[in-house]
């Protein structure tokens, strides 16, 4: 049963809740400096990081997520620990924009390892950005907060939310599958254990 569950929940929710953002991103169009003049309304943007942002203590790196790697079920794995997320300042056609403090890192292009367990993902000046968020403040600079930051274009981000609302189908059509299958062999078993064909308190 929890595996119909799951298989229902990421075939049919998980696709939608998608779907519905990918609505909202399509939806938006590319802001310029001059156009971000409704405070409260959802932005987004393409730019690349001004070299009025500073250097964090992870030269050249302004913002990242820090990673250490550890090992599960004897395979190893990359934990985020902390992410790195001062003001940030973008430029986009017609001028630069203030990015909140807070703002998430979706994906990004540069990395800096410190040793075989801990690494840094984030960007540096001149890294091309994609920003979603909503207009905190207009005027001179515009400020965005609540934001999402990724290595992408607007187009490369829809097509990989596409990707990611059909790979969420085929993960629940297999959890409905095996949900079936696990059902149904527990019933064929009890129907054998209610015709005498299955003894549970046989002696071996």
Do not use: C
């Amino acid at each position: 049963m929890p595996f119909l569950i799951a298989g229902g929940v990421i075939r049919v929710m998980v696709p939608q809740t998608i779907a519905s953002h990918a609505s909202e991103v399509a939806r938006l169009r590319v802001a310029t400096a001059d156009t971000l003049n409704e405070q409260g309304a959802r932005v987004l943007l393409e730019g690349w990081v001004s070299d009025r942002t500073s250097t964090s203590d992870r030269s050249p790196l302004v913002a990242y997520n820090q990673y250490h790697r550890v090992r599960r079920d004897g395979e190893w794995e990359w934990d985020k620990v902390r992410s790195y997320t001062p003001t940030l300042w973008v430029y986009v056609p017609g001028g630069e924009v203030e990015i909140a403090a807070g703002y998430t890192l979706r994906s990004t292009p540069s990395l800096v390892e410190a040793g075989s367990d801990e690494r840094y993902e984030g960007f540096q000046v001149e890294d091309p950005v994609l920003v979603l968020g909503t207009l905190a403040a207009a005027g001179a600079p515009p400020v965005v907060g609540e934001a999402e930051i990724g290595f992408e274009t607007k187009q490369a981000y829809l097509a990989s939310l596409d990707r990611d609302r059909s790979t969420a189908r085929w993960l629940g059509l297999l959890f409905l599958v095996l949900g079936n299958l696990l059902t149904l062999g527990a019933a064929g078993a009890a129907y054998l254990i209610w015709r005498g064909r299955i003894n549970l308190f046989a002696d071996p």
